[in-house]
């Protein structure tokens, strides 16, 4: 929130918070940020987080509105599927084995 209005204030916009936000503020953030190369995904998790503040303060209905979706603000098409690979057995037999010389707690930690 704090980087959305930050831009909004040097963009000459004088939002005093949240409940003052437009739908037309919320597009133009993005519009921008989507220079900065970052992932889609990290403009989605920025946009929810913008919509539930929203609703905290009770506009809902502009929150859920169709030009506040994902889709209406250009940041739709990521895919949530993880990266992340599990260690074989023999790479957990390794860190637990490294970690038992370290320390018996963070070795009993890895057993849990």
Known sequence: ME???GFLHGCGYQ???????REKHI???????????LSV????????H??????????????DSPTMS????????????GTKVA??????QEALGIAA???EGVAAALKL
């Open 3 to 5: 980087r959305s209005f």
């Open 87 to 92: 260690a074989t057995d023999e790479e957990f």
């Open 70 to 81: 994902n889709k209406a603000l250009g940041i739709d098409g990521s895919c949530r599927d």
């Open 101 to 103: 010389g370290i320390d």
């Open 27 to 37: 597009a133009l953030y993005f519009e921008q940020r989507k220079f900065e190369g």
């Open 15 to 21: 939002v005093p918070d949240v409940g003052g936000l």
């Open 50 to 63: 913008i919509r539930e503040a929203m609703r905290a303060v009770g506009r809902h209905q502009a929150a």
């Open 41 to 48: 995904r990290t403009f989605q998790n920025e946009a929810a």
